[in-house]
Each structure stands twice: as structure tokens, then as C-alpha cells.
């Protein structure tokens, strides 16, 4: 039976995403389905671009993040599943297929099921397939993960409406990890669906790459030190990343220690470490080289040990010296329910 899917989409300056996505959308094999675009007073032309379109248009009338967004989407939604997706990504044909099939296996459940992003990004790039792997390899780890993403994150409207919803006080690129958090404490069912797919836009060049781990581990840093789970393993926030993070660390100390008493005894310890850290590492090196070969496994191996970790170093000391501000303005309520 093929219910109909509310597909959500929060939108803040991306003219050169959103037409992509929409015509993606309206591609879909499934019929039975609903655009509800919320803008959030984009100074760009997204909405002369998304008018082009026969989706539903919401405008805010101040800009405040994709939280709210993605809440006001929901108020206006008349599906009894809803499907929240980004601006820059694309679904795939039968993507709004596998989510009412796999809702319906789950309905009268409290589950929000998600899916995650394609191995190939839209941009065939280095760092953007580097990217693309690395969310695919970590969101489908487990099949009852720690969080749903809201790049590709189903649930009933009934169950959305009356849990609130997103909390709209909250970190930048962190309102689906607390919402999860939350209705997983009230008994609420996290399953991810590999099959469910879109496909990402990322345009990464290397400085986009480390400016992207830099910020999300910053946030990361914020809410974890709140939530007090900072070494959880926590999908793209991983054990493994973490583990790579610290080898990084104690590779760099064993050296700089090398370099300054000009005694190079230890340095050996540098080679157990890395492949320790490689060990611990290898289903997504594996994902590497499955997915694109050896020679680009090579190269995704020497950035993901050696510049990543850096770029996530820097973002969790800002996350470390933001956090009281942050949580000085952390409001707990949400709008209803």
C-alpha cells in the first residue's frame, strides 16, 4: 500500500542545490508524495528557483536555522509519513519506495528509520567521495545506530507532531542527533535502511573538506560535553575516528618529543601506532578500496591520519573553550507535546 510521503526540504542559500534536488524528487518512481520546501530567508535566488517548481513554498519570515524549518515543513504537511532531506541532496528513483516499504514493516512502532548517502557523490572528487564513503561506512554500522540523520530521516507524523519535534534551540547541524537522543529515551526504535539512499552535493575541495570536520567536530565537542558521552561511538562520530584523532595525537608527541631531545629511539612507536590505528580503522579503509581501488585507498589512508585529524583536533579544543557559552543559552523546551 503506498502511503503518502511528505518530503521536506529546509533551504538557506543553495541556488545552486535545490533545483537538482527538486527535479530529483519529482523523478520518483513513487506518485504518492508531497514537496514542502521551507525557505529560510535565503538571500540568493532559491526561491525564484524552487517556484519553478509544483511543490508547496514556505517562506520564515526571519532566518532561523533548519530546525525550524524543518518543524514548519512538518506543521504544513499532510502526509502520514514524513521524509526529511537536505537542499544539496538528491533522491534517488526508488528512494521514496524503500521508505514506504520500510515503514510499513515498522508501523504502529515508534521507529524513525533512516538512510544515508550514496558512495558516489554527485561531484566525483577526491574529497567529496572521500566524504561520501566515509557518512556511508559509519551511518550503516549498525543497524539500530545512535542517531538519524535528517539528510535522509523517515517517520510517522503522527509520532513527529506529537514528540514535539525538533528542538530549534540547539546547535548548528545537531537538531537530528538530540531529537533522536530524546525519543529514543521515551522508547523510541532507531533503525537504519541501507537501501534508502540520496546522493550528495558536496563540492569539497580540501580546504571545504577540513573546514567541514572542523565545524561539525567543534558542535560535536558542544553537545557531547553537555550529553557527557564524548567518547561515545556515535555513527560519523565514531570509536574509530576517535582512535584516529588520538594515534594522530600520539604520533605528533612522540616526534615533536624526538625532534627536541634529538633521540630517535622511539619513533618505532610511531609505526606500531599507525598500524594499530589502521587495524581498528580497516572497515572503512576496506570501504575505501572496495569502492574506488587501491590507488585511491593509498590517498584517503595519508589524509585520514595525517591532515583530518588535525582539522578535528582544532574543532574539538573551539568546541572545549565554546562549550560554556553555548550551554549557558541551552534552552530543554519544545514547542508542544
Known sequence: MEKHISVIIPNYNRSTTIGKCLEAVFSSQYKNFEIIVVDDCSTDSSVEIIKRFPCRLIQLDKHSGAAKARNAGADNSTGEILFFIDSDCLAQKNTLSTVNSAMSEHSGDYTIVGGTYTTAPFDDTFFSTFQSIFVNFFETKRKEPDYIAAHAMAISAY?????????EQILPMLEDVEFSHQLRENGCKLVINPEILVQHIFNFS????????????????????????????????????????????????????????????????????????????????????????????????????????????????????????????????????
Not at 509520532?159 to 528542538?167: A, T
Not at 572496495?290 to 585507498?297: E, N, Q, V
Request: proline letters at 2%.
Open 206 to 337: 580540501l580546504a571545504k573538506s577540513l573546514r567541514n570536520a572542523l565545524k561539525k567536530s567543534m558542535y560535536w565537542t558542544i553537545y557531547s560535553l553537555n550529553n557527557k558521552d564524548l567518547l561515545a561511538d556515535s555513527g560519523t562520530a565514531s570509536a574509530e575516528l576517535k582512535i584516529n584523532g588520538m594515534s594522530h595525537l600520539l604520533s605528533m608527541l612522540i616526534l615533536c618529543l624526538s625532534l627536541i631531545s634529538v633521540n630517535f629511539t622511539f619513533l618505532w612507536l610511531i609505526i606500531m601506532i599507525f598500524a594499530v590505528n589502521l587495524f581498528i580503522n580497516k572497515g572503512l579503509l576496506l570501504a575505501f578500496y572496495r569502492i574506488k581501488g587501491l590507488p585511491f585507498t593509498i590517498i584517503a589512508i595519508l589524509y585520514y591520519t595525517t591532515l583530518y585529524p588535525m582539522a578535528i583536533w582544532v574543532g574539538t579544543v573551539a568546541g572545549v573553550i565554546k562549550s560554556a557559552k553555548y550551554l549557558k543559552n541551552y534552552k530543554p523546551q519544545r514547542r508542544y507535546g
Open 159 to 167: 509520532y513527529f507532531k506529537s514528540s514535539g519535534g525538533f528542538r
